[in-house]
């Protein structure tokens, strides 16, 4: 089996023909494509699947090649995805602004297809970088420290050493709550987007209550209000 | 006069649609200049140069490269004869198959 074989890679550029050649020559080697013609539809496929390497142009609309670079660097599950950006811009300045968010290669257009071959096999075979599916990942229930930082009759804002992935559930344990009298804990869902990691090693989450009634949210508000006074 | 470009046999298919994906874009290529949409004429010629020489046409990135820089600065003329030359290479160029792979 060939060191290519069975690897993935994300191919972003707006251009289908530009998607079709790169698909071409990877397939050819035994790689595994996914095409993104958007930042957003590039977004999309590594919350499913995250590649082994990245391939990204610049030039796009309505988001850049430069957006999508803050962005996988914002995020701890993707900072360490190799990333090529291939573009036909070649001024110092796009290419130290690119270097700068964290691609290891840049390559010019017109495309050298021998040499995009190339830097893909290097970073492949240099990557430590695995593959996630997280589509498929098993999930955990978990009991960890937190502590409130923000509030509101919507949601909490929490500090903990995890990251909760959007849309999880979560309960909380907190005695500040109990003056609420719940009958049960409340509820909370994530929405996360991006949480990035503080100074401190944890991780800010936005937590948003579910099936509040519109006493426990005035009794909410009362709390918050009180919390925000002190 | 016929110009032949030798292409791989496993690009070959992909270069004879980038061939005819040309001939239909040309007809957007006299549109956005009748309508001075030097805008849009530069986003397709960005393309071209962006992908002529990977399928084979280095000519085609050449001219792509001219035109770009043509239509950001509005001149309308040599927009005009620079989209001529694409009508003429892809009217004029034939694909020959050669053995081998592209990479």
């Known amino acids: 089996m060939s060191m290519t074989s069975g690897k993935s890679v994300l191919i972003v550029d707006d251009s289908p023909e530009l998607l079709k050649f790169l698909e071409k020559i990877l397939v050819n080697v035994g790689i595994t494509i996914t095409k993104a013609h958007t930042v957003t539809e590039a977004w999309q496929a590594i919350q499913t699947t995250a590649p082994h390497v990245i391939i990204t142009d610049l030039e796009m609309a309505p988001e850049s090649g430069f957006d999508f670079l803050e962005k996988l660097r914002a995020n701890p599950s993707y900072i360490r995805i190799p990333v090529i950006v291939l573009s036909s811009r070649g001024d110092r300045s796009a290419i130290n602004q690119a270097m700068g968010l964290g691609a290891k290669e840049y390559v010019q257009k017109p495309l050298d297809a021998s040499l995009i071959l190339q830097k893909v096999k290097k970073l492949l075979h240099s990557s430590q970088f695995t593959s996630l599916d997280f589509k498929n990942m098993p999930t955990v229930e978990a009991k960890v420290p937190a502590s409130i930082v923000a509030g509101s009759a919507g949601g909490l804002q929490v500090e903990s050493p995890v990251r909760l992935a959007r849309d999880s559930s979560a309960t909380l344990e907190t005695a500040s709550l109990g003056a609420m009298k719940f009958d049960r804990v409340p509820t909370l869902r994530s929405s996360n987007n991006i949480a990035k990691m503080n100074e401190r090693g944890g991780f800010l989450n936005e937590l948003r209550f579910l099936g509040l009634t519109e006493e426990q949210m005035r009794s909410l508000e009362e709390i918050i209000r009180r919390w925000h006074t002190k | ?103």
């Open chain 2, 1 to 103: 006069m016929a110009i032949e470009i030798k292409v791989p046999a496993d690009l070959a298919e992909l270069a004879r649609e980038f061939l005819e994906n040309r001939k239909t874009e040309l007809a957007l290529f006299e549109r956005f200049l009748r309508e001075k949409n030097f805008k849009e004429v530069a986003r397709l010629a960005h393309n071209l140069k962006g992908n002529g020489a990977c399928y084979g046409f280095p000519q085609l990135t050449k001219i792509g490269d001219q035109l770009e820089v043509a239509a950001k600065a509005g001149e309308l003329n040599d927009c005009a004869n620079l989209v001529r030359q694409i009508q003429d290479f892809v009217q004029n160029t034939k694909i020959v198959v050669v053995a081998g792979v592209a990479v």
